[in-house]
Nanobody, 128 residues
Framework: QVQLVESGGGSVQAGGSLRLSCVAS????????????MAWFRQAPGKEREFVAA????????YYADSVKGRFTISGDTRRGTEFLQMDNLRPEDAAVYYC?????????????????WGQGTQVNVSS
C-alpha cells in the first residue's frame, strides 16, 4: 500500500500564491511500472473533481489543465515520490480541496479513475 500526504493549503487573497507538497510513503517499491504519473486534482463544493496538473516519471514532462496554464507549476521527483504545485496569481475559482494522486503511466494523466492512490486532500481558499 502507498500513502500520499499533502500539505501547504491555506487561505490567500486573489492574486496571491500557495505551494502544495505531496509525499508518497509505504510500499513505493511495489511500483514496478515503467512510468508513472503524479498529479493534482481538485474538487470544489458541488462540482466534479477535475484535473489540475500532472508530471510524468521518468520524463518529468508536465501537463496542465487549460484553466491553470501560465499560473501553476508542477514539479517534483516521481521516482522519489514527491511532487509540488506552485500556484501563483490565484483566483477565487481556484478555491477547492486539492488532492495528490499517483497512477500507472498506462492510463490517462488527466482522468481520475486511472489513478490508483490518493491523498486526503488539502483545502485552498481564495478570497476576492
Amino acid at each position: 500500500q502507498v500513502q500520499l500526504v499533502e500539505s501547504g493549503g491555506g487561505s490567500v487573497q486573489a492574486g496571491g500564491s500557495l505551494r502544495l507538497s505531496c509525499v508518497a510513503s509505504g510500499r513505493t517499491y511495489d511500483l514496478v511500472s515503467t512510468h508513472w504519473y503524479m498529479a493534482w486534482f481538485r474538487q470544489a463544493p458541488g462540482k466534479e473533481r477535475e484535473f489540475v496538473a500532472a508530471i510524468n516519471w521518468p520524463t518529468n514532462k508536465p501537463y496542465y489543465a487549460d484553466s491553470v496554464k501560465g499560473r501553476f507549476t508542477i514539479s517534483g521527483d516521481t521516482r522519489r515520490g514527491t511532487e509540488f504545485l506552485q500556484m501563483d496569481n490565484l483566483r477565487p475559482e481556484d478555491a477547492a480541496v486539492y488532492y495528490c494522486a499517483l497512477g500507472d503511466g498506462g492510463g490517462s494523466y488527466d482522468t481520475d479513475r486511472d489513478y490508483m492512490y490518493w491523498g486526503q486532500g488539502t483545502q485552498v481558499n481564495v478570497s476576492s
